[in-house]
């Protein structure tokens, strides 16, 4: 792509490293479930998740670079699921979108102040779940870019003293 061409929108975002992003479906509906994988399958790697339980371990295991949660399930809400997430030092990155059949503004507004990026109401609509979730895969890649840029030093690709300080207070915390 050249400066001045349109951004293609058709087309699914990948990886700097060529893979695709891996997308993480969570909802106790399975119909729900196969409509998102439809919607995701052919341009990225999707696993699921029926339980809140089941969703923190495919997390953990399966590093997704999006969830996609539904915000009503039987035993962990999606808030309870949202709050684990975030205070994961591996999974508190990972951004959420909340799916869900709830319109009212308390729940959506609920939705953000948990930690997601985005809030989209059932029933879907296609276009717009494929547009938001390229939008915040894009915004993840160029995060965890500038991540690594901020704690690697340009030359030697050698940890810094910001990585340092960092990890040492993760650490301090874990050891405590």
């Not at 196969?34 to 089941?54: E, P, R, T």
């Not at 953990?60 to 994961?88: R, T, W, Y």
Request: proline residues 5%; charged residues 25%.
């Amino acid at each position: 792509m050249t400066i001045g061409q349109p951004y293609p929108q058709n087309v699914a975002f990948d990886l700097p490293d060529g893979k695709k992003s891996k997308i993480l479906i969570v909802d106790d509906h399975p119909i729900n479930i196969q409509v998102l994988y439809q919607a995701f399958s052919a341009d990225y790697d999707v696993c699921m998740a029926i339980s809140g339980k089941q969703a923190l371990d495919v997390s953990h295991s399966q590093h997704p670079d999006l969830i996609l949660l539904d915000v009503e399930m039987p035993d962990m809400n999606g808030f309870e699921v949202c709050e684990k997430l975030k205070a994961s030092a591996d999974t508190w990155d990972i951004p959420i979108i909340f799916v869900t059949a709830h319109i009212d503004e308390e729940t959506e507004t609920r939705c953000f102040n948990e930690g997601a990026v985005d809030f989209i109401s059932k029933p879907i609509n296609r276009n717009t779940v494929r547009a938001r979730v390229k939008t915040h895969l894009l915004l993840k890649s160029q995060s965890d870019l500038l991540r690594q840029l901020v704690y690697l030093d340009g030359l030697t690709k050698v940890h810094n003293r910001r990585y340092f300080d960092e990890r040492l207070e993760i650490e301090w915390k874990l050891a405590n």
